[in-house]
């Protein structure tokens, strides 16, 4: 065996050692009489073997260049097997043509074991190949799918630009350069311009002048980190119109490629009608500040002139009295104790006045408030009748607040349930409800009631429904409420039916507002 394989691997040296020794081998040109009597058949198979070697070069070099350039086609593999395979058959061809004058058929046969290998190697390659290819589609079928997604392309682009052209907004998209790749009708309105003046130009042609350079700077960072954002956040942004005046905009930022190519959308809005809203209501806003200054100042002017007469009148009346004592009949102290009352009702009414001018106005500290505490400390204040009880639901919340405005609120609220019971032995009950962020408050008695008709009409600044001389008071009590609780967020209602009490109910946040905080 050793000597078998040892006379293998001899015979295989010598072979390549002579691979291209020509002795014993004559050339093709004096094998017979044939070529010399017609050589022209010779030559028609020296000029058809080199032109076969041409093509068979040719055809690999092409299929080289064809996969270099489309490196998604299927089977790259077999193809390159496949232009192996011919570069040998041409190869062959060549040393055909060759052996006419150097008959090299030990090389000769070496290319054709090659191109033999080269064959049966595609041929392996073809085989597990072949249910693959048959799976791929037609060329028909190919075609009618390619038609109907240029088919379906075209209707997208026709939808886009159909909403592009119809959208309220005004909508521009502008390439990495600052070109003006596409606009829509509202941008031309808007600007002043034809669609066609703007495609294609510089985008910077639509920016004021002094920030114009800015503006290329911004747009190239857009470019190099792009995201949806507005543009311009926090600063007031101006157009330009063909006309050279500006205009308020407000633009929104969106990034899209096309192909490899980048883009960004914008939408412009003209906020021109709500600049001029801001400055109306600005406008306004400054009239009523300026107005409710000269309120708040008329208010304590009217109570501080007013007060000195009052005072004075009621001055006058105990001089009266004091002064005839013995000899008033009873209905002149009556007339007189009359008079101290309604001095007394003018006081309360212009104390009542300024307050309710102040309400919201003043600036008060934030603090902690225990209504239980609150509560405890109001009705121990309030005269009442022995029999009157006033009740207080347990576990009241601590809420953080402004202290003034709800003392203010309960106390009004708690007189006002005193004050107009039809009964000595009347009972008040004061209770809580959680409403998630407010509170919600409510004063209820078992007093006379009030019709429903009389519901709005007792919120009214100096309404009340009972006579002034039998009960005392401003008329000014729950209009004073209802502005102090609605300006802090909250609100009022009343449930009442004649002969089944009254219950007052209010909200209140359990955090006061921002903005009335010092």
Partial sequence: MVQLIGSILSSIGLFFLHLFDTEGFPARWYCGS????????????????????????????????????RR???????????????VSCGFGHCIEAIIFWEPVYRFSGLIKAVTAIVSWVTVVALIPIIPRVLNLPSLEKVNVQLEEEITERRRAEALFRTIFSGVPNGIIMVDSSGKLKMVNQRVAQMFGYTEEELIGQSVEML???????????????????????????????HGVRKNRTELPVEIGLNPIEIGKEHFVIASIVDISERKRSEQSVAEYTRQLEKSNEELEEFAYVASHDLRSPLQAVKNLANWIRDDNAETLSEESVRHIELMHQRIQRMERLLDDLLQYSRVGRTEQAISEVDVTEMLDSIIDSL??????????????????????????TFRNLIQNAIKHHDREDGNIVVSYRDQGDFIQFSVQDDGPGISPEFHQRIFRMFETLRPRDDVEGSGMGLS????????????????????????FSFTWPKNAPLGDQE
Avoid at 72 to 86: C, E, K
Avoid at 224 to 233: D, H, K, L, N, Y
């Fill in 207 to 237: 920016i004021p002048a002094d920030t114009q350079v800015r503006h290329r700077e911004l747009r190239d960072s857009f470019f190099s980190a792009p995201r949806v954002r507005m543009m311009g956040e926090g600063r007031d942004l």
């Fill in 72 to 86: 998604d086609l299927p089977f790259p593999t077999l193809i390159s097997l496949f232009a192996l395979f011919i």
């Fill in 383 to 408: 005269p009442r009748p022995e029999a009157m009880q006033v009740q207080v639901d347990p576990d009241m919340p601590v809420i953080r607040t402004l202290t003034a405005p709800l003392d203010l």
């Fill in 34 to 69: 044939v070529w010399q009597e017609e050589p022209g058949v010779g030559w028609l198979h020296i000029v058809s073997d080199l032109a076969i070697f041409g093509a068979y070069l040719t055809i690999p070099v092409v299929l080289a260049y064809f996969l270099f350039r």
């Fill in 480 to 503: 004073l409420v209802q502005k102090t609780v609605e300006t802090i967020g909250g609100s009022i209602s009343l449930e009442s039916q004649p002969g089944q009490g009254s219950t």
